[in-house]
């Protein structure tokens, strides 16, 4: 319906600023002007009327981009020449050229908001009459399919259900963006698959997403396609690990990415599911799946979802910052992460005695036997990180003592010593070896105010530039 | 009632079945690939292929991924396809 030239008004009959100005149609109408109401709720509103029009699907008013009721419009010549919206006697007297109108009526009266912008209508109405700009294949499902094992059916989920991806659900979380979608972020291995900013929406649908964590989700989907990550090496190996993500700077903290109480558990959406939506592009869009390129022997619980933030002190450099990144910057750091492992000190009150138990403990990475295996984060607890603060060691100091302490004589690992015959090669022995390469160990604050506990996340044991090395991404939109 | 419409979370490359390629009928006169992709002891089972297959009169050539953890650099995939009729691959250890 193409809407003449000459006066529009946008009404809904519950709104007392539309009945305080329903009278004033009848006048409209007698005018030089043809004159057309749109009725957005209720058709008795203004129903004597010959230029009456009940909107009841709301395409007029969404096409006009009303966005409050009353909307007085004067159209001329097939376009929009005024507009004026609520009770303003004097724009109302100027736009219909009738300088008594409503002279009875207050000068001033608020409108109502227009109804196209309730919520769940608006999506809605973008899907119905707007420009989409969505280009995925749309699967529509039988009607005695139920949405939830639909998506089970079709290979989707990581065992856990999902939420079906809906085209309302998918424009809402593009809305989190500012990023097109049909940017392509870069191909997704196994199957080298592009990957635009629309899929990597639908799989944050799938994961269980808000809108506002997209741009934390394209930002590790981005730190995953860094060459060095080796992301396909991740996936495919028939080690444990998978793409763990450590949060950094104000954006995590205002979406809400646990750092405390419970940080590696469940519990917290933005964790739970920030972390899951990077393993659902990796298994949707690039094809892995555990039993085909995925030939994990055993993997890990991680392999859900893993993912939080660190919990940053003032007094302890956070791990973006001795990245290179400055502290207000937010940032996304993905390490090949396989499971937690619990440190359990609650006697040391000295920053050597702790330290020492640190390396006692990070020794077991792999294998007490190898070195320069797996990368490793060192999670430290607030209250085991108090010791080190309180003795003035920095997290740099704590992590020059720990390599110290785990720099031992080659003699002691090589293979077949001790009666095992896993080890390093018999050509490391009389050098003193490290267990970790440089850069290999990583140290992050976080946890919750009670417990003298700190963990341990081992590494992919394929660590360094032959297999993974972490890589951070800082997050924008 | 219309049906519920979701979006395809995948990449969209339909699942075509493919047709294996022919089995030659034997061996002798054909170039064979042996690619060792950099897992340990992977050689000592290429080695007691090539072996094998020499005793059979077999032409081998031998080739080398720099890492397992990456698919082979492209131009290694294709100096394998260029020079030989098959290929066997250790794929783990």
């Known amino acids: 319906m193409s809407l003449p030239d000459g006066l529009i008004v946008v009404a809904k009959r519950e709104c007392p600023t539309c009945t305080l100005v329903e009278p004033l149609l009848a006048s409209l109408a007698a005018g030089g002007d043809v004159l057309t109401v749109l009725v957005q709720d209720d058709p008795v509103y203004a129903a004597g009327l010959p230029g009456a029009v009940f909107d009841s699907t709301l395409e007029q008013s969404f096409r006009l981009g009303i966005e409050f009721v009353p909307t007085l419009i004067r159209m001329q010549g097939g376009r929009e020449v005024a507009r004026t919206h609520g009770w303003h006697r004097g724009d109302w007297q100027q736009i219909s050229g009738q300088p008594d109108l409503g002279a009875a009526l207050p000068e001033l009266r608020p409108g109502c908001a227009s109804k196209t912008l309730d919520p769940g209508i608006a999506d809605d109405l973008q899907l119905r009459f707007g420009q989409s700009s969505l280009q995925a294949r749309a699967v529509a499902l039988g009607d005695a399919e139920d949405p939830m094992e639909a998506c089970f059916d079709r290979g989707w989920t990581d065992g856990l259900p999902v939420v079906p991806p809906t085209p309302a659900r998918v424009l809402r979380m593009l809305a989190g963006t500012t990023r097109r979608p049909d940017e392509v972020l870069g191909l997704i291995p196994p199957d080298l698959a592009p990957c635009t900013v629309e899929k990597v929406a639908i799989n944050a649908v799938l994961a269980g997403c808000k809108p506002e964590y997209m741009p934390l989700v394209l930002a590790a989907v981005e730190a995953a396609l860094v060459d060095e990550f080796g992301m396909h090496g991740i996936l495919c190996t028939t080690m444990f690990c998978g793409p763990m993500v450590i949060v950094n700077g104000p954006m995590g903290r205002a979406v809400g990415v646990n750092s405390g109480v419970n940080a590696l558990g469940q519990g917290h959406r933005a964790n739970a599911s920030i972390g899951r939506a990077l393993q659902l592009v990796i298994r949707n869009v690039g094809g892995g799946r555990p039993g085909e390129v995925d030939r994990a022997a055993l993997g890990t619980p991680g392999k859900y979802t893993f993912c939080f933030a660190e919990a940053e002190d003032s007094a302890w450099e956070p791990l973006h910052v001795q990245r290179g990144f400055a502290r207000e910057a937010s940032t996304v750091t993905l390490f090949a992460g396989e499971g937690v492992q619990g440190v359990v000190d609650q006697k040391s009150r000295t920053p050597e005695s702790l330290a020492k138990s640190f390396a006692a403990c990070l020794r077991v990475v792999d294998h007490p036997k190898l070195a320069m295996a797996g990368d490793a984060v060192l999670v430290v607890s607030p209250d085991h990180c108090r010791v080190f603060l309180e003795a003035g060691w920095s997290k740099a100091r704590l992590l020059e003592e720990l390599t110290t302490l785990l720099t031992v004589p080659g003699d002691q690992l090589v293979a077949g010593v001790d009666g095992i015959a896993e080890g390093i090669p018999a050509a490391m022995a009389g050098k003193l070896v490290p267990k970790f390469r440089p850069g290999g160990l990583l140290i992050v604050r976080a946890g919750g105010g009670a417990g003298l506990f700190s963990a341990i996340i081992a590494g992919w044991a394929a660590s360094g530039p032959i297999g993974s090395i972490p890589v951070s991404q800082e997050i924008t939109a | ?93």
């Open chain 2, 1 to 93: 009632m219309t049906s519920l419409v979701l979006l395809d979370p995948t990449s969209e490359r339909s699942p075509v079945a493919r047709a294996l390629t022919a089995r030659p009928a034997a061996l002798a006169g054909l170039a064979v690939a042996l690619l060792d992709i950099s897992k340990p002891r992977g050689n000592v089972f290429l080695d007691r292929l090539a072996e094998l297959l020499a005793a059979q009169g077999v032409r081998i050539n031998r080739y080398k991924k720099p890492t397992f953890t990456r698919p082979a650099p492209t131009a290694l995939r294709q100096q394998i396809a260029a020079e030989n009729q098959l290929v066997i691959e250790g794929l783990a250890d």
